[in-house]
């Protein structure tokens, strides 16, 4: 409320201190049409992927209030295009029920994304409109204008002593489901199992906000041993579900993975977020530990879907960061998300789809898409072509049934283990040429 008062306010303005309208009818259509050309261009240019509101909610907002001072009522002459539009008795009728379609369109968008738990179809999404606007119209008729005329129900006493009763209600079934922790006898043969995830060695190795940065130490976080070539692990809690499978896959990757990670903090050195501001110095750390620790190689992997709304410039700066440092760099693209934990999934698909172990991702298929030109300069790996098909991607393992993540998208033990088994890149090439380069130095070369 208090970073969006202005939205608020531009109404305000306009009822408490009317500016003069202008003489000229050209003036106002053109005011009206810009007004119109604002909210159309939210509309068509405004995005999930954008940040908003900041300053694109400049658009709509500016364009209604444009709309309503040319829409001021002048005897002089005729309203302006814009304000006759606006007078269509479909726009009128859509006005008189907006505030019940604000209201019910939530619990059905709700429900059919609970039951369904998947990304709904364009069929389905028409459904809900259809559905929304039927129930806002007789929300509006049944319930909003009885209450605007006096009647014995409508007084304050009557008014208040329901809502009092309703807000008891809806606070004693809530404590009851909160005390019987969701009333599982619901679902008597749901149950769920103890997934194996390893050890992220929190509080050191995976910093989640309430950790101090300097207790990192190279020692500690050094996930597998006993190679010639360094490689840095740099990024959130998705480069941190990898490390579980790193000893099992020590020798297909011959190198000393070392897991320098934080909480909601992308390998982005321009990176900044007022909810971790450690993040910056988290990052800008990284730079002196492979300078100090002579690292050859970098593996930064993050939940790129979370980042998307600041583009991922930062990313291609932090790429040739590196690269002046003469460091190595691959970047693993977005691993699948699926819209809920596995388990339910699970739980889902045995009483309805038995016999498959797929599912729909719930984010942008095409994110990597949109990754992949800001890593110029590294070696781009792109996970969900290798774990996902057009059909899915595969949340357990079809002959074990043991669960690939642990909970919408985060590894499991058995889930990074298959993942770097797949697509991580091998050392063993320059582990060979670093060995042949000690002997030959050895061996009394210059």
């Not at 990757?253 to 934080?262: P, R």
């Not at 690292?295 to 690269?323: N, P």
């Not at 040429?433 to 050895?442: G, P």
Request: proline content about 6%; aromatic content about 14%; charged content about 15%.
């Amino acid at each position: 409320m208090p970073t969006r008062i202005w939205e608020l306010a531009l109404g305000a303005m306009l009822m408490l201190r009317k500016p003069p309208v202008p003489a000229g009818r050209l003036a106002v259509e053109l005011i009206g049409l810009a007004g119109f050309a604002l909210i159309a261009f939210g509309f068509v240019m405004i995005s999930d992927s954008d940040p908003f509101p900041g300053y694109n909610a400049l658009f709509p907002c500016i364009g209604t209030a444009l709309l309503i001072y040319a829409g001021q009522d002048n005897a002089d002459r005729p309203a302006p295009v814009a304000t006759r539009v606006l007078r269509l008795a479909p726009l009128v009728w859509v006005g008189l029920i907006s505030y019940s379609l604000y209201l019910v369109h939530w619990p059905i968008n709700s429900f059919v994304h609970y039951l369904s738990l998947k990304t709904v179809g364009v069929p389905t999404i028409v459904a809900m409109t259809v559905a929304s606007f039927a129930l806002a119209a007789f929300s509006w008729k049944y319930v909003e204008q009885p209450f605007r005329q006096k009647r014995a129900y409508t007084a304050p006493l009557p008014i208040f002593a329901f809502s009092a009763t309703a807000i008891a209600l809806l606070c004693a079934g809530g404590l009851a489901g909160a005390l019987g922790n969701g009333f599982p006898q619901r679902f008597p043969d749901f149950s769920t199992e103890r997934i194996r995830v390893g050890d992220w060695r929190n509080g050191i190795c995976f910093n989640e906000n309430g950790t101090r940065i300097e207790d990192w130490n190279l020692a500690d976080c050094t996930r597998t041993t006993g190679f010639a070539t360094d490689v840095l692990l740099w990024g959130d809690s998705f480069a941190a579900h990898y490390v579980s499978g790193l000893e099992p896959n020590a020798q297909k990757i011959q190198a000393n993975v070392i897991q320098y990670t934080y909480a909601g903090c992308p390998p982005d050195l321009t990176y900044f977020s007022y909810a971790r501001p450690a993040c910056t110095r988290f990052n800008e750390r990284a730079l002196s530990i492979i300078r100090d620790a002579n690292i050859q190689a970098v593996i930064l992997s993050g939940r790129w879907t979370d980042y998307q709304a600041r583009g991922f410039a930062g990313l291609q700066k932090t790429i040739d960061r590196l690269r002046e440092m003469g460091v190595k760099v691959y970047t693993v693209g977005q691993s699948p998300e699926f819209i809920a934990d596995v388990q339910k999934i699970a739980f889902l698909v045995k009483r309805e789809h038995a016999g498959t172990t797929s599912w729909p991702m719930a984010m942008d298929p095409g994110i990597n898409a949109r990754v992949l030109p800001f890593t110029k300069g590294a070696d781009f790996i792109d996970p969900l072509t290798y774990l996902c098909d057009s059909a899915g991607c595969s949340y357990a393992d079809a002959k074990t049934n043991e669960f690939l993540y642990f909970d919408y998208g985060h590894f499991s033990s058995a889930g990074a283990t298959l993942a770097i088994s797949k697509y991580w890149p091998s050392f063993a090439t320059s582990d060979k040429a670093a060995k042949a380069n000690r002997q030959f130095t050895a061996a009394g070369a210059p």
